[in-house]
C-alpha cells in the first residue's frame, strides 16, 4: 500500500539540532507532533520546535510582492515584480560590472535554495560576491576545522553524547541554544559522565557541571593552552595517536610552555587550581566530546580557538573514534547546509576554493560556466563596499543585516546607498524597509527540500501548510534565471538536489528518493550507493594527518581601562531566535521574554548603585543603547550581557570594527563598555 | 443499555471505508512511513493501526491555538465546527482525559462553549488495551478500558475485536456479530494482562504525604529545561492564554495552550513572579495533578498515560515523584 504519510514531516526552523516533527491540520488548527522515531529528538522538543508554525501562520506574512513608490510599497503581481528585478540587475551588471551586485544568502533556506542561489551569482552575473550569515556566526569553525582536519563540521554524532564519560563544553550555552542536544548533555550528567564547561556566566549547563571556569571573555585560549601544556608534563597524551596521525606537534609543544596554570589564570581570571583540576579530569577521560558555540568563534581569534580546541581534542585521540571528537553547535537550522552549498564568498560547493582551478574544473563543467577565481566580498564588506559606492545593488534572501550585524547604523546608510535592492523574505523586516522591490518567500512549513544539521544530517522537509501567494526562494530564482535567458528548468526541488548529488560528493549519494526512504535523514559524506558516515576521521584525516596549530593568545584588542571598565558581551536567550523576526510573532515566545536586558553582577550593581529593573545606558566607544538592567548572581563580576534579538536595543551598535583575520569574523563577544545610571 | 458484538479484523477497514462513505470525518491513529503513531485525520482506512499515538485526541476537541470568536463591526461572530467526526482508535487513558476536561471546561458555573463546540460533536470509539504500552502506568488509576463515555469500544481478542456499544448509532450488521461468553471472556483476561505487565504505584494518600519542602524539587528543576511538553502532551492539562490579533477590520480573539512550566505563566504586573524559580513551577506542576484537583473534584488529575515521561527531554519522572513520596528513593 503506498503510504503517503511523511508528508507530514517537517524540520524545525530553528537551532541546527534539526529535530524533526509532523503536522497535522485538524479542523481549521494546526497541530505539532514531535517524531518518536527521529534518532536526534526521540519524540522531545523545546520550546521554540513546539511554537515553530506560530510565526509561519502570522498575520505579518507578506503575500504579495511588493514594490516600490516612493517612500512606500505598492503590491504587484509576480511578474511585474520579477520583471523589475531581472532588468534591473541586468543593468547594473552591464553598466558596471558583475562584481557590482552582492547576493547575501539565508541559513534559514533550504540546501536547494542556497545551491540555486549561489549558482544564480556565479553563473549568470559572474561573481563570488555571494555569502551567508555563516560568516557571522562559524566561519572562524569552516576555517578552523578545514586546517586541523580537513572538514568544516562536527566529527561526531549527537547520538555519541550517550556513552562519553566527559563533555568539555566551550563558549555554549546549550540549554538556551541547542536545548535539545542540552538535555542530551544532562541525561548524560544524570548517569555520571563528568562535565566542564568554560564560560563567562553561569549558565544552566555550567551549574551542573564538575568543573565551571568562568572566564573572562575572550581569553579561553590561555585556558585550553594550559591545560594542554598540563596534559603533556603529566603524560597524559596518546602518544601514539599524536605520533601516528597528526603533525606540527614540536612546534605546539614549544610556543604552550609558557602557558602555564598561573600565567592562564592571570589572563583568565580562572583560579589557577581550577585550571590543573579541569586538565587532570580531562587527563583521565576515556572518551571526550568537545562542544563550541559562538562564545567561540565570534571572536577576533575564533579560528585559532577552534584550532585551540582542536589540538586538546587530537593530544588524547579524542578523534575519530566513538563519542569522541569536536562539536562546533551551529546557529541557524541549515547553516552547515548553506555552508557545504557554497553560499560562502570564498567557497564553491563542497568547499571548493574558488581560486583553487584544478577542482574547479569539475564544477564549472558541470556548469557549463566560467567561475571567477577572486574570493567575493563577504557579508560585512558587502556593507562596506556599498558605503564606499563600488557595490550597486543587493540581493538579500532571508537575512535582516539591519539587526544581526555589527553596525546597524553603518549598514542602514549602505542600503540607503545602494542604486537597487531586492529584499526576499517572509516578513516586511527592518532590512526589507530598504528596498526597491520585496519578494514574498514560503517559509521552511510550505515546501519540499533539505536542511542539514550540525552533525552533518541531510533531511528532507515536506510542505505542512499551504498559504496562498509566497513562492520557494529556489523557484524565484529560476524564475528569474529563465528572464535573464538561461533556460533553468528545474520542475522541483528534487531536480536540483539531484544535480547537489552530482556536484557535491559529500551528498553524493543523499538522492531524493533515499532521503524518502530515510525519512530521519543521512549524515554526510553520504557515498554514491548511500552509506553515512556517522564518524568523521576514522582511521584518517579528511586532510591526511591532523595538524596541530601552535595558537598563541594576542592579549585583547579592547583593554578595559577607567573609562570602560566592563567588558560587554552578546548573546541570544532561549525563547528567542536571532533578529527576533520570528518569535516576536510568536505569542507564547514573545511573552517569555518581552523586553532586553543589561545583565550585571550583583556586585557590580551594588558599587554602582544599579536596582534591578532601572533603565541604565551602557556604552562603548561605538555607540550607546537605554536598556532596563537585570541584576544577577550568575555573571562574572565585570562583565556585562545583553541579547541581540532586540530591535529597539540595538547592541550591534555597541561593537567594534575588529575582525578574525583569517575568517573575517567580527568580534562580536569582547567590548569594553561602561555602565551609566540615567 | 450496553450491548456486546464482535467485528472480525479483516473487516475493519472495510468498517472504516464505510463510515468514512457516510460523510463522517474521523481521526484516528495512524502510521506514517517514518514509523511513527499519530493521531491524525485518516483519509485512507491503509493507514489506521491500532496503536498508542504520540499525541491522542486531546487537539481535535481543544487545539493548540484556536480562534474562539471574531469581531467585526460591532458584532461577535461566533466560530462554527459543523464536522461529524468519529474519533477512531482512542485509548482510555486518552478519554479518561476528556471526562476530566469536561468536568472543569463543561460543569461549572460557565461553559466553555469552544470546547463544547467541539466536543459534542465528536464521537468516541475507544480501542481498550491488552497489553501495556511503554511508560503508561494507567493500572494506578483507571484502568486500560473504559466504562462509560463511549459510542463503542474495542477490545482485542485475538482474531476479533469485541465491540462494547453504549447506542447503536455506529452498529451496522453487516460488520458486526453477536459475541459469546467465551469472547467477552477472553476480553477480560487480555485487559487483566496490562493489570499484570504494569507496576501499580503508591499513589494511595499521596496527597496528604507530599511535600512543598523538599530538596526533591530544586534537584528536578535543575534539570528542567523549559520546554512546556509535559503539559503540551497532557491529556488533562487545560490551561490556556488568550489575546487578541487584529487583521484589517477584523479582530480575533484566541486561545492557545499555556504551560505551567513557563516563567510568564505565573509572570504579575511589574515582572513580579511567585513562581520564579524552576522548583515552584515544578512544585505546581505535581501538587494540581496530585492535591489540588483531587481537593477540587476527588480525583487525581492524572490518567496515567506516560506521555509526559517520554516526551520530557530530561526525563523528570511523575512515577520517580509518587514513589519518592511514598517513601521510595530518587
Ligand atoms: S532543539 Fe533546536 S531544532 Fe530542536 S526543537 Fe529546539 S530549536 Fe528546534
Ligand atoms: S496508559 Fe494504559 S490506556 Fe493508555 S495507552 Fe498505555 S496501556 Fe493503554
Ligand atoms: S517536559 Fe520536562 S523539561 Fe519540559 S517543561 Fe516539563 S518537566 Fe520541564
Redesign the interface.
Known amino acids: 500500500m503506498g503510504n503517503t504519510l511523511n508528508v507530514n514531516l517537517t524540520v524545525c526552523p530553528f537551532c541546527s539540532v534539526g529535530c524533526s516533527f509532523y503536522v497535522v491540520k485538524n479542523d481549521g488548527s494546526y497541530e505539532i507532533i514531535p517524531a518518536r522515531g527521529s534518532p536526534v529528538n526521540e519524540g522531545k522538543l523545546c520550546i521554540k520546535g513546539w511554537h515553530a508554525l506560530d510565526f509561519v501562520l502570522s498575520k505579518d506574512r507578506l503575500l504579495k510582492p511588493l514594490i516600490r513608490r516612493g517612500n512606500s510599497f505598492i503590491e504587484a503581481s509576480w511578474n511585474e515584480a520579477l520583471d523589475i528585478v531581472a532588468n534591473k540587475l541586468r543593468e547594473i551588471r552591464d553598466k558596471y560590472g558583475p562584481d557590482s551586485i552582492g547576493f547575501i544568502s539565508s541559513a534559514k533556506a533550504t540546501n536547494e535554495d542556497n545551491y540555486i542561489f549561489q549558482k544564480f551569482a556565479r553563473v549568470i552575473f559572474g561573481t563570488n560576491n555571494v555569502d551567508h550569515c555563516a560568516r557571522l556566526c562559524h566561519s572562524s569553525t569552516v576555517e578552523g576545522l578545514i586546517r586541523a582536519f580537513g572538514t568544516g563540521a562536527m566529527t561526531f554524532s549527537i547520538s555519541d553524547i550517550d556513552n562519553a564519560d566527559l563533555i568539555f563544553i566551550v563558549g555554549s550555552n546549550t540549554t538556551e541554544h541547542h536545548p535539545i542536544i542540552g538535555s542530551k548533555i544532562i541525561n548524560a550528567v544524570k548517569k555520571g559522565a563528568n562535565l566542564i564547561v568554560i564560560d563567562p556566566k553561569l549558565t544552566k549547563i555550567a551549574s551542573l557541571a564538575t568543573i565551571h571556569l568562568q572566564n573572562l571573555p575572550g581569553t579561553d585560549i590561555p585556558i585550553l593552552n594550559a591545560i594542554a601544556n598540563i596534559l603533556i608534563k603529566e603524560n597524559y597524551v596518546d602518544w601514539e595517536f599524536i605520533n601516528h596521525r597528526t603533525e606540527g606537534f614540536d612546534e605546539f609543544r614549544k610556543i604552550i610552555e609558557k602557558y602555564t596554570p598561573e600565567y592562564a589564570s592571570k589572563i583568565s581570571e580562572v583560579p589557577e587550581k581550577q585550571i590543573i583540576e579541569a586538565a587532570e579530569l580531562y587527563g583521565k577521560s576515556k572518551r571526550t566530546i568537545f562542544f563550541y558555540a559562538m562564545g567561540v568563534t565570534q571572536h577576533i581569534q575564533g579560528t585559532e580557538t577552534v584550532e585551540a580546541i582542536a589540538n586538546l581534542a587530537m593530544l588524547k585521540g579524542n578523534v575519530g573514534r566513538e563519542s569522541t571528537g569536536v562539536g562546533p553547535l551551529r546557529g541557524q537550522n541549515n547553516v552547515q547546509g548553506a555552508s557545504d552549498m557554497g553560499a560562502l564568498s570564498d567557497f564553491l560547493p563542497g568547499y571548493v576554493r574558488v581560486w583553487d582551478s584544478n577542482a574547479k574544473e569539475r564544477i564549472e563543467k558541470i556548469w557549463n560556466a566560467k567561475i571567477p577565481e577572486k574570493p567575493g566580498l563577504t557579508v560585512t564588506e558587502m556593507f562596506e563596499a556599498a558605503l564606499e559606492g563600488r557595490l550597486k545593488a543587493m540581493y538579500i534572501i532571508g537575512e535582516n543585516p539591519v539587526v544581526s550585524d555589527p553596525h546597524p547604523e553603518l549598514v542602514r546608510k549602505a542600503l540607503e546607498n545602494l542604486e537597487f535592492l531586492v529584499v526576499q523574505d517572509l516578513f516586511l523586516t527592518e532590512t526589507a524597509k530598504y528596498a526597491d522591490v520585496i519578494l514574498p518567500a514560503k517559509s521552511f512549513a510550505e515546501k519540499k527540500g533539505t536542511f542539514t544539521s550540525t552533525e552533518r544530517r541531510i533531511q528532507k522537509v515536506h510542505p505542512v501548510v499551504n498559504i496562498e501567494g509566497p513562492l520557494e526562494d529556489w523557484k524565484i530564482i529560476t524564475l528569474l534565471a529563465r528572464r535573464l535567458g538561461y533556460d533553468w528548468n528545474y520542475e522541483d526541488s528534487d531536480d536540483i538536489l539531484r544535480e547537489i548529488n552530482l556536484v557535491v560528493p559529500q551528498y553524493a549519494g543523499a538522492t531524493p528518493e533515499r532521503l524518502e526512504e530515510h525519512p530521519f535523514g543521512l549524515q554526510w559524506p553520504v557515498t554514491r550507493d548511500g552509506k553515512e558516515t556517522k564518524i568523521l576521521h576514522k582511521d584518517r584525516f579528511t586532510r591526511g594527518l591532523g595538524k596541530f596549530h601552535a595558537v598563541e593568545w594576542n592579549g585583547y584588542v579592547e583593554t578595559r581601562d577607567s573609562q570602560y571598565p566592563f567588558v560587554l558581551t552578546t548573546g541570544g536567550i532561549y525563547y528567542h531566535w536571532c533578529s527576533g523576526v520570528m518569535t516576536i510573532r510568536s505569542h507564547i515566545l514573545y511573552r517569555e521574554a518581552p523586553e532586553a536586558y543589561v545583565e550585571i553582577n550583583v556586585e557590580d550593581a551594588k558599587l554602582l548603585n544599579i536596582k534591578n529593573g532601572q533603565y541604565v545606558k551602557v556604552k562603548t566607544k561605538y555607540g550607546e543603547v537605554k536598556v532596563k538592567a537585570m541584576i544577577s548572581e550568575d555573571i562574572k563580576r565585570g562583565v556585562l550581557f545583553i541579547p541581540f534579538h532586540y530591535s529597539n536595543v540595538p547592541v550591534n551598535e555597541l561593537i567594534g570594527y575588529h575582525k578574525d583575520p583569517i575568517s573575517r569574523i567580527p568580534e562580536y563577544k569582547v567590548v569594553a563598555a561602561r555602565i551609566e545610571v540615567i | 443499555m450496553m450491548k456486546v458484538y464482535k467485528i472480525s479484523k479483516d473487516k475493519l477497514k472495510a468498517y472504516l471505508s464505510y463510515l468514512l462513505n457516510k460523510g463522517y470525518?474521523i481521526?484516528g491513529p495512524?502510521?506514517?512511513?517514518?514509523?511513527?503513531v499519530?493521531?491524525?485525520?485518516i483519509e485512507d482506512p491503509?493507514?489506521f493501526v491500532d496503536e498508542k499515538s504520540?499525541?491522542g485526541p486531546k487537539?481535535?476537541v481543544f487545539?493548540?491555538?484556536?480562534?474562539i470568536f471574531r469581531y467585526r463591526e460591532g458584532k461577535i461572530i461566533e466560530?462554527k465546527?459543523d464536522?461529524r467526526?468519529i474519533l477512531f482508535g482512542t485509548r482510555t487513558c486518552e478519554i479518561e482525559g476528556f471526562r476530566m476536561l469536561d468536568d472543569v471546561l463543561l460543569k461549572g458555573k460557565y461553559k466553555d462553549i469552544s470546547y463544547e463546540r467541539?466536543r459534542s460533536n465528536s464521537i468516541i470509539v475507544n480501542f481498550a488495551c491488552t497489553k501495556a504500552c511503554k511508560y503508561g502506568f494507567c493500572t494506578t488509576f483507571q484502568g486500560p478500558k473504559l466504562k462509560n463515555g463511549f459510542s463503542l469500544q474495542f477490545i482485542d481478542i485475538g482474531d476479533d475485536y469485541l465491540v462494547e456499544a453504549m447506542n447503536e448509532e455506529l452498529i451496522v450488521p453487516e460488520y458486526f456479530t453477536e459475541a459469546s461468553e467465551e469472547d467477552i471472556k477472553k476480553a477480560e483476561e487480555n485487559i487483566n494482562n496490562v493489570y499484570k505487565e504494569m507496576e501499580q504505584l503508591p499513589i494511595k494518600d499521596i496527597e496528604k504525604k507530599i511535600k512543598f519542602n523538599d530538596e526533591i524539587w530544586n534537584k528536578l528543576g535543575?534539570?528542567c529545561?523549559?520546554?512546556?511538553?509535559c503539559n503540551?502532551s497532557c491529556p488533562t492539562c487545560f490551561c490556556f492564554?488568550v489575546?487578541d490579533?487584529?487583521?484589517g477590520n477584523e479582530i480575533l480573539r484566541?486561545r492557545?495552550w499555556?504551560s505551567c512550566l513557563?516563567?510568564?505563566f505565573s509572570r504579575l504586573a511589574g515582572?513580579n513572579n511567585p513562581r520564579k524559580d524552576n522548583a515552584s513551577r515544578l512544585i505546581q506542576r505535581f501538587y494540581h495533578k496530585l492535591v489540588y484537583h483531587k481537593l477540587n473534584y476527588g480525583y487525581y488529575l492524572c490518567t496515567g498515560c506516560g506521555r509526559c515521561i517520554?516526551?520530557?527531554?530530561?526525563?523528570i519522572d511523575i512515577r520517580d515523584v509518587i514513589k519518592y513520596f511514598s517513601g521510595g528513593e530518587l
Open positions: 470525518s481521526y495512524v502510521k506514517t512511513t517514518s514509523g511513527d499519530i493521531f491524525s485525520k491503509e493507514h504520540t499525541n487537539s481535535v487545539p493548540e491555538r484556536e480562534i466560530e465546527s464536522e467526526r467541539k535543575n534539570y529545561i523549559n520546554c512546556g511538553a503540551y492564554d489575546y490579533v487584529k487583521i484566541i492557545e499555556d513557563l516563567e510568564g515582572f517520554e516526551q520530557c527531554p530530561v526525563n
